[in-house]
């Protein structure tokens, strides 16, 4: 049948007239009304016959103009006192494939994605299924927790774990011994490794040379935090300085040499973690959905983030004395104790809550964190 003998069948055998405005609704209702008042004289094939149709008939009336097929949903709304008006809330599902970006030279995880159409009037966008595979490496130079170095008096050497993905401790650091020869390769290696206690799990550093090494696990240029660096995983965590902003922290260990005995059996020097070694995994992915919408429009759901992430210096900062120590917990003593100030008191304690602010912005950025929801 065509699509107009379709609309009559319908209308003839129903209540409801197809030839004007209809629902999905109305189609459901017709495609029942009809199948309970044919199926006794019909076979088995008019149920498959009456399905094809209806579906024929909402491909007309609401997915016309549409040129591809969409993964989409739909969910029937009926007629009551607060809606009025027959509506469809139509799901769109929207399924993105990094291995089919079109920009096949950048990372997938950052590229664009073009729908084929624009999406308007949007009551609300969930993320109902992702599927992330088990490829990525926990181990490599992006993260900065692939490298140490070891100083051998004045002279330095940087030892680089090669990047991959590393599914045990013992893993780990039979790739840090490896890692240790191929670094002083062509000069004379030195005689440390890395051992695990079976019964503690803690990892140390042992030196079977008569001298005295530094290890620096914490490699500022890498721009790792203090408790993503190779150090921290495999236990090593007693860390200098302070984590106020504005302060170095390091993550710097003196081994200490081998030593002989009285007896001649030789004792060689070691260090061992403070904590259980373990094996860095990926534990949050945040996704970040960018529609480049920077002008705001009434058909779209865009919610745009507004937050600073710190406040400005204020105009009105002089070359007053310790202002930039100031805090809200030491602004009494500053009152009592700096004379001749040039500020107010209501100006020095918007100071005051703007440096804490920049404390604590520098407490964050020293450490592996993420930003999920309450």
């Not at 107009?4 to 055998?13: A, D, G, P, V």
């Not at 109305?26 to 094809?52: C, P, W």
């Not at 079109?102 to 624009?118: A, I, M, R, S, V």
Request: net charge neutral; charged share 20%; with cysteine.
């Amino acid at each position: 049948m065509s699509l107009l003998e379709l609309k009559k069948y319908f209308t003839k055998n129903t209540s409801m007239n197809f030839l004007n405005e209809f629902t999905l609704q109305d189609v459901e209702d017709a495609k029942r009304m009809i199948y309970m008042k044919n199926s006794k004289s019909q076979g088995e094939s008019y149920k498959t016959f009456l399905d094809k149709a209806a579906e024929r008939l909402a491909k007309d009336r609401f997915y016309a103009g549409i040129k591809e097929e969409q993964g989409q949903a739909v969910k029937n709304t009926v007629r009551d006192v607060l809606n009025a008006n027959y509506k469809n809330t139509i799901t769109r599902l929207i399924l993105v494939d990094s291995q089919y970006r079109p920009q096949l030279n950048e990372g997938e995880t950052n590229f664009l994605y073009h729908l084929n159409e624009k999406v308007v009037n949007a009551v609300s966008i969930e993320m109902i299924h992702i599927q992330i595979p088990y490829t990525f490496y926990n181990i490599e130079a992006r993260q900065g927790n692939d490298r140490f170095i070891i100083f051998d008096g004045p002279t330095e050497y940087l030892v680089v774990l090669p990047a991959g993905h590393y599914p045990t401790v013992e893993s780990i650091r039979l790739g840090l011994n490896q890692a240790i020869v191929d670094t002083f390769e062509g000069v004379t290696v030195p005689n440390l490794t890395f051992e695990l206690s079976t019964l503690t799990q803690k990892m140390s550093l042992v030196n079977r040379d008569g001298k005295p090494y530094t290890i620096r696990f914490l490699v500022h240029e890498s721009q790792c935090k203090i408790n993503h660096c190779i150090g921290w995983h495999m236990g090593f965590r007693q860390f200098q300085g302070s984590n106020i902003a504005n302060q170095t922290i390091t993550l710097d260990y003196t081994l200490p040499p081998q030593l002989t005995r009285l007896d001649n059996t030789l004792v060689p020097g070691r260090i061992e973690s403070s904590a259980v070694a373990i094996v860095p995994h990926t534990k949050y992915f945040v996704i970040v959905v960018d529609d480049f919408n920077n002008t705001q429009t009434a058909d779209t759901i865009v919610q745009s983030n507004i937050t600073p992430e710190n406040s400005k210096r204020s105009s009105y900062f002089t070359q007053d004395p310790y202002l930039n120590e100031l805090v809200p917990s030491n602004l009494c003593n500053y009152l009592e104790n700096v004379p001749n100030r040039t500020l107010t008191k209501s100006q020095l304690f918007t100071i005051s809550q703007q440096n804490l602010e920049k404390i604590n912005l520098g407490v964050q950025n020293t450490r592996l964190e993420v930003n999920a929801p309450n």
